[in-house]
């Protein structure tokens, strides 16, 4: 009876009555009575917050590796991976957006750090010969990067990719053996110059910028344009065409050469975290020991891209999986209408989308590397890849912007950093049209490029 009594106090008659007029209590009292008690408790916290499902103790972290693809890697690698990726967290991660809108490469930040980490060498050795599994490994240390930020990843390729190829590829035993191990230490940087003012896509079909000998010197004239890392590089390859036999060459044109100037370029949307140069060449004098041994006609140019166009598309792997996780984590908490974001229709379905791009990306790009490391990828091969992924990430940004709402557009959800990026992603590297053709010429049989 005691009981009775104290129930009777805790219980609103009034508002028992009001219910009564809308629905049956007995109804309600035999469903409440047979549900557990974690269920009543659930229903419970629903209730006291606005309605709906509850949210659940413990989310699931966001994941953009879905299908699990880090497991084809061995305890080594992840390891690797997992240093790179705490130094990108912990130390790139609260610096980045300030580099990004100050329009500056945090150079110093990240020389030091990679030093540390001793990444370059996770996939090259000393003699410029890669590391087995190297294009996998890399491609997953470009996600790493591109997942925080893409303009970092960008550093990195142009450095360890773009520079350090021309000189692997191009350079003699004497030339590799003298900048190699440096730029592996990253005691010095790389810039690579094959873009012209008035020349982009049209590159293979002939340079603006051109070289002649005389003597044991060469004279460079002409103009680049979108050149990374140039404006603190330590040196700069730069293609010409031979006035004598109209191929190209290419040179080891050393910081500090007279003739030799960058300008920074500016006001940029993407990438602002990557210093772009644009380099003017005024009967710039290079040595003959500074020509690039084995570049002597385009096709060694096409080999380095072909090399390094696959890393492209694997930084729009770690965009889309850095938007896809930074929108996936937001909606987990943002509360609108009573409840998380992440509990609506519409936003599960932007979510999936999300992660179906980032998947399929994920998995184009392993198969490609795996190809990459066995010697089977061909052009058409790495221009699928970038083609694909540049395409997916344009998407997935978008649908992470929307998914953040009017945050979206904030630096400080980095979101917004990702959506800028991936336009030049879509650009650089082959733009996707060209690209597109490359893999129609394989496909047709017939070049379509002119």
Known sequence: MGKMMELAKKVDLTKVMQLAETVDLGEVMAAVSSMPPDKLKAMLVALKSGGGAATPAELPAPNG???????????????????VRSFMEETVRPA????????????????????TLGVTRLIFNEDGSRTPRASLLEGFLTVEMARVDVSTATFFGVHAGLA??????????????????????????????????????GAAGGLRTTCRREGDEWVINGEKKWIGNSTFSDFTVIYARDEADQKTKGFIVRKGTPGYSVK?????????????????????????????????????????????RAGVAWQGVGCQIGAYETALAYTQQRRQFGKPIAGF?????????????????????????RMQDAGQMADEHASLAK??????????????RETLGGNGILLEHHVARFFSDTEAIYSYEGTNEVNSLVVGRAITGFSAFV
């Open 65 to 83: 590796d879905f299908y699990g693809f880090y497991s084809e890697l061995t305890d080594e690698e992840r390891a690797a991976l997992a240093r």
């Open 96 to 115: 980045i957006n300030a580099a990004w809108s100050a329009d500056e490469t945090p150079r110093e930040l990240l020389i030091d750090g990679f030093r």
């Open 164 to 201: 350090l190829w021309s000189i692997v590829l191009g350079g003699s035993e004497a030339q590799k053996a003298e900048w190699v191990p440096k730029m592996l230490s990253m005691d010095v940087i790389g810039a690579f110059g094959l873009t012209e003012k008035y020349v982009g896509s």
């Open 264 to 308: 920074k370029i500016e006001g940029k949307i993407a990438l602002r975290a990557v210093e772009n140069g644009e380099i003017t060449l005024e009967n710039c004098r290079v040595a003959e020991s500074d020509r690039l041994q084995n570049v002597t006609e385009w096709r060694v140019v096409a080999d380095i891209l072909r090399a390094t």
């Open 345 to 369: 229709q519409l936003v599960q379905e932007k979510l999936v989308q999300m992660l179906a791009n980032t998947t399929a990306s994920f998995a184009l790009c392993v198969r490609l590397s």
């Open 387 to 400: 083609v694909f992924t540049a395409a997916r990430c344009r998407d997935t940004v978008a649908l992470a």
